[in-house]
């Protein structure tokens, strides 16, 4: 699994960090960042749950 997010898109909403703070966490700009690129179990929610659809995940 490898976890994604295009900073072109993300708004940064905070909503990836709410759900699954293990693997994405707020950069210095706001926008998402990811700490654990191997992912975890909540990253497929939080991709879901993003507004802008700015999470892959590839498996
Ligand atoms: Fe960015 Fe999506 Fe995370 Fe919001 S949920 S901070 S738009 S990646």
Not at 17 to 22: F, K, M, N, R, T
Request: glycine share 8%; proline share 5%.
């Amino acid at each position: 699994m490898v976890v994604k997010v295009n900073a072109d898109t993300c708004i940064a909403c905070g909503v990836c960090s709410q759900i699954c703070p293990e693997v994405f966490e707020v950069g210095d700009d706001g926008k998402a960042v990811v700490v654990k690129p191997e992912g975890a179990d909540c990253a497929q929610e939080a991709a879901d749950s993003c507004p802008t659809g700015s999470i892959t995940i590839e498996e």
